[in-house]
T-cell receptor
């Protein structure tokens, strides 16, 4: 069964460093999402992406964040200069359609630890 | 703004007992409603969803949920818990509006433990 994959499973970085989290969505999906979950808190929407551009973004997704689909398979989230508060589990998701009732398929997540 | 409240961060039941995980939402219009499950070291997996039609929806693994508009609730139930149901369960909503890209708003999650 097709699945969303994410690498690495755990990333440790120092404050101020750049990190890139990688996702490979399901191959025929067109809509891509990033969510994050700070330990003990809710899963929060960060950004949605379609047709090589951002569709929607939350207030969390500030200038330190960027997303890219550098080739036909990868979807990346870059954090330019990490802060301690960026420590969280980051989930990638993909969907065949962007409408609200379509299922989003989630990856297993990348745990980012900023020290 | 929409929000989701899951009562109980941790629920423990005995094998064979009823599972009830509570979810209430706050929204100006009835949203689309979802339950996701996360097993250890895996991604979030859709259990079931309500969009329109019958308010009692059945999902995978014997779970079901009922949308009650008057109570703004979408509680998840399973008549008889199995050890394999131990996982974290997330309730989520999305905006049914035409301009929405389907962004999900999640609750905090409820960790279900099943005792032998």
């Amino acid at each position: 069964e097709p699945e969303v994959t994410q690498t690495p499973s755990h990333q440790v970085t120092q404050m101020g460093q750049e990190v890139i989290l990688r996702c490979v969505p399901i191959s025929n999906h067109l809509y891509f999402y990033w969510y994050r979950q700070i330990l003990g808190q809710k899963v929060e929407f960060l950004v949605s992406f379609y047709n090589n551009e951002i569709s929607e973004k939350s207030e969390i997704f500030d200038d330190q964040f960027s997303v890219e689909r550098p080739d036909g398979s990868n979807f990346t989230l870059k954090i330019r200069s990490t802060k301690l508060e960026d420590s969280a589990m980051y989930f990638c998701a993909s969907s065949t359609q962007g409408a609200s009732h379509y299922e989003q398929y989630f990856g297993p997540g990348t745990r980012l630890t900023v020290t | 703004a929409q929000s989701v409240t899951q009562l109980g961060s941790h629920v423990s039941v005995s094998e064979g007992a009823l599972v009830l995980l509570r979810c209430n939402y706050s929204s100006s219009v009835p949203p689309y409603l979802f339950w996701y499950v996360q097993y250890p070291n895996q991604g979030l997996q859709l259990l079931l969803k309500y969009t329109t039609g019958a308010t009692l929806v059945k999902g995978i693994n014997g779970f079901e949920a009922e949308f009650k508009k008057s109570e703004t609730s979408f509680h998840l139930t399973k008549p008889s818990a199995h050890m394999s149901d131990a996982a974290e369960y997330f309730c989520a909503v999305s905006d049914p509006g035409g301009g929405s890209q389907g962004n999900l708003i999640f609750g905090k999650g409820t960790k279900l433990s099943v005792k032998p």
